[in-house]
C-alpha cells in the first residue's frame, strides 16, 4: 500500500448499515474501478458486496462465489464479484481470469483481494472490514476502513468521505 494513502475510517452497527454504506460507496462507482474487500471470514465482506449490488439496481441475491472464480451481474453498471480465500481461487485467478477481469467493463470486487495484491494495478478502493476487539462492543459492530489507492481513487477522496459521512469515525487523517 502506499504510504501517502489516506484513510477513511467507519463504524457500522449492523449487516444493513453495512450494507447502506456500501451502497452509498457504489453511488460514486465507474466503470473500470476495482476494490478489494479485506477482513477475516464473517468480518462483512459478502454482506457489503450485496449492498453494493443493490445500489447498482442488481436484484439477483448476492452470495460468496465459492466455487465459480468470478460472478456477474447486471446493473447500471456490470458488477464482477470475486473471492479469492482459497489457494485454487488465487491460482485460477492468476493464471487464467486476472487480465480478461482487468480489461472488462464494469466495477471488479475482490474478496481477499490482498492476497494477490501485487499482481493487481496499484488503483483501487481497499475496504478493510474489521471485528471490535473487546468487550462490551456489541458483535454486531465492524470497523471499515476505506483505503484509496493511486489517483484513481485518491481524487475521489473527498467524495468517498462525504459519502459516508454518517459512518465515520473521526475527520480523515
Ligand atoms: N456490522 C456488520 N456488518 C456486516 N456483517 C455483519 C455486521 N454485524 C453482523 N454481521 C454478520 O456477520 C456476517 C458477515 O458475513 P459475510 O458478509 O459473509 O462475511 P465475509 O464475506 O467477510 O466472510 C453475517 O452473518 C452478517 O449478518
Ligand atoms: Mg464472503
Known sequence: MRPDATMIPAR?????????LAASLAELAQSGDLLLLVG??????????????????ISEPVTSPTFTLAREYDGRLLLHHLDVFRLDQISEVLDLGLPELLDSDGV????WGDAIRQALPNDYLEVALT??????????????????????????????????EQWMESPPC
Request: charge should be negative; proline fraction near 8%.
Open 12 to 20: 457500522t452497527r449492523s449487516p444493513d448499515d453495512t450494507r447502506e
Open 40 to 57: 477475516d471470514l464473517g468480518a462483512g465482506k459478502t454482506t457489503f458486496t450485496q449492498g453494493f449490488a443493490a445500489a447498482l439496481g
Open 108 to 111: 471488479i470486487l475482490i474478496e
Open 131 to 164: 471485528f471490535i476487539e473487546g468487550q462490551p462492543s456489541p458483535p454486531d459492530e465492524r470497523i471499515v476502513v476505506l483505503t484509496p489507492v493511486g489517483s484513481r481513487w485518491q481524487a475521489r477522496a473527498d467524495d468517498l468521505a462525504a459519502a459516508i
